[in-house]
Nanobody
């Protein structure tokens, strides 16, 4: 069973940067890939970025491409999301997630079996 704990959220101004972290524990050797999703108030949860744990191949939603960077530290079993040039529309609760296999697609919520509790990011204009 994989446990995920996010941290690093907060209140920032438009144009600022923020780095989210996701500490993984328990069975991380079985993780095929990890991702970040977000859910804004009144909206559905949406894909932000994903990474394959072994190859470090990365994938991004068009809305964050060029501004956000996903990375992982295998030694620390930690996933990161560096967010630059933040916009008010980036305001959401951000969740990290882990998928145990290549089944499904990296951008689909149902591909992920394990989820963190979320960390809130608020970007003021």
């Amino acid at each position: 069973q994989v446990q995920l704990v996010e941290s690093g959220g907060g209140l920032v101004q438009a144009g600022d940067s923020l780095r989210l972290s996701c500490a993984a524990s328990g069975g991380t050797f079985s993780v095929y890939g990890m991702g970040w999703f977000r859910q804004a108030p009144g909206k559905e949860r949406e894909f932000v970025a994903a990474i394959k744990w072994q190859s470090s191949s990365t994938y991004y939603a068009d809305s964050v491409k060029g501004r956000f960077t996903i990375a992982r530290d295998n030694a620390k079993n930690t996933l990161y999301l560096q967010m630059n040039s933040l916009k008010p529309e980036d305001t959401a609760v951000y969740y990290c997630a882990a998928r145990p296999s290549s089944s499904g697609s990296y951008y689909l919520i149902n591909s992920y079996n394990y989820w963190g509790q979320g960390t809130r990011v608020t970007v003021s204009s």
